[in-house]
């Protein structure tokens, strides 16, 4: 399988439509989720917000990967709505801010890009490890991206250790109690509950490993 | 103090702090007391209904009495049961939902909520305790409350829970002469990425406020380019203003407008 070394509006592309189908497949389930501590709309708002970004990416030439970024958060803020739509699509339009007009960038570019959209989403939420939120499974996803990249690996490697990083942050959400968020003010009832935000962003970064192995459908 | 009643008191509070049945030996060691305690204690509390025990596990959750006491206490309050007509009206003339809350120390504590009026799911916030800095309701309450309550709400804690809540007395304090002046309190993500309140207070017949009306929703439809719709406002002006009529307070509420 092609491994990708310099990443460019195709990554970014792949990227957006593996997330879209990982968001499909994980529908009802991100809706389970928020039922149990939120308004049990999560899965339905992802799917139809990935939806709206791979149709307007279907209709618009590719351009350059920042653009494509800013747009595809853009259809994310209108198209997703509750408290998602602001975070993922502020963090993806952040995302593209951070690339300017690059034509190509390289994986520490691309962990510029993640801490970029990181601290939109601290700087909406302010929301730290420990309180519920898709920073629980951002966070940890980033600080090992950058490890990863560190020890030298590839990036295809490197996505791995993020994606599953991102996990275990999802999975030690279970037993907190909501200091963010609807959630919070609803108290114990969270406790018990896995984060749906933090669940949605795992996927996003299971879709991110998926683009990095060169062709969209890889295993 | 009546010791056996203060226990009885953790053991109920421990069942509510998580949805999970808890069995006889896990609550005893939660509570640092004897197993056999705890067993006299719940016997106690099933023989009232405040518990119940799952027949298969044997471990204990909370009864169905309690939500008969939950219900009995919302409806202790005077203003939830004046407030019902007005905010199913306040809910079908808007088109989102509607919350009434009621000053509770530094919370705001929802008393009755009206779901917006489409078929979308939603959940149920009655009950739900909201530092009162980052809600509209508590802000039209605060707004209008004596001086020396507002200074000691002002003193905080403050608590964060979005990068747009407003942490800093000053500004908070500035923000409440403004409600004041407008007769509506406006709350922008201070509380939910996203979603956004416009409340007023409700007066009783002394001018105190006894709690506030709003109503609740997505923020782009509420505050379109930042600004809370006009016509949101007046809907909920009026019907504080209904609502403070049927608590006497009328007259001081024409003053504040």
């Given amino acids: 399988m092609a491994v990708v070394e310099r990443l460019d509006v195709g990554f970014v592309e792949r990227w957006v439509r593996e997330a879209a189908l990982g968001i499909q497949a994980q529908r009802d389930f991100l809706t389970q989720l928020d039922a149990a501590i939120g308004d049990a709309d999560h899965g339905v708002n992802m799917d139809r917000g990935f939806a709206a970004a791979v149709a307007r990416m279907d209709e618009a030439p590719d351009g350059l990967p920042g653009s494509l970024l800013e747009a595809v958060g853009s259809t994310l803020v209108l198209s997703v709505g509750g408290a998602a739509g602001p975070l993922y699509g502020s963090a993806m339009r952040a995302m593209g801010r951070s690339l300017g007009d690059a034509d190509t960038f390289d994986a520490e570019r691309l962990l510029v890009l993640l801490r970029a959209g990181l601290e939109e989403i601290q700087r909406l939420g302010a929301a730290t490890v420990g309180d519920k939120t898709i920073v629980d499974a951002f966070l940890p996803a980033t600080q090992a991206f950058e490890r990863g990249l560190r020890t030298g690996e590839g990036l295809p490697a490197v996505a791995a250790r993020a994606r599953a990083a991102a996990e275990e942050g999802v999975l030690a959400t279970v037993p907190l109690q909501a200091r963010k968020g609807r959630a919070s003010y609803l108290g114990a009832r969270s406790v018990g509950h896995q984060d749906p935000g933090a669940t949605s962003t795992a996927i996003l970064f299971a879709a991110l490993e998926r683009a990095t192995a060169g062709e969209g459908s890889g295993p | ?257």
């Fill in chain 2, 1 to 257: 103090m009546i010791q056996s009643v203060r226990r009885a008191g953790s053991i109920l509070r421990e069942l509510g702090s998580g949805p999970r049945p808890l069995g006889v030996t896990e609550l005893a060691e939660r509570l640092g007391l004897a197993k056999a305690t705890v067993y006299g204690l719940l016997r106690s509390l099933e023989v009232e209904e405040l518990v119940e025990r799952d027949v298969e596990t044997g471990r204990y959750r909370l009864g169905p009495t309690l939500l008969q006491l939950g219900n009995a206490y919302l409806d202790s309050h005077e203003l939830r049961a004046r407030s019902l007509l007005w905010a199913d009206a306040l809910a079908t003339r808007t088109s989102e939902a509607v919350r009434v809350g009621v000053p509770n120390g530094p919370n705001v504590l929802i008393v009755h909520h009206v779901f917006r009026p489409d078929d979308s799911v939603q959940i149920l916030e009655v009950g739900a305790s909201i530092p009162w800095h980052v809600s509209a309701l508590g802000k039209a309450i605060a707004a209008h409350d004596f001086e020396e309550v507002r200074d000691r709400l002002l003193e905080g804690p403050l608590p964060r829970l979005t990068g747009r809540t407003i942490t800093d007395p000053e500004e908070l304090r500035r923000a409440l002469e403004e409600v004041h002046r407008a007769g509506v309190a406006v709350e922008d993500q201070e509380a939910v990425i996203g979603e956004a309140e416009v409340a007023a207070a409700i007066l009783d017949h002394d001018g105190v406020p006894r709690g506030a009306i709003g109503v609740a929703g997505p923020v782009e439809r509420l505050l379109p380019d930042g600004v809370a719709r006009g016509d949101l406002v007046a809907a909920v002006k009026e019907s504080a203003r209904g609502l403070t009529r049927d608590l006497g307070g009328g007259r001081r509420y024409a003053r504040i407008r």
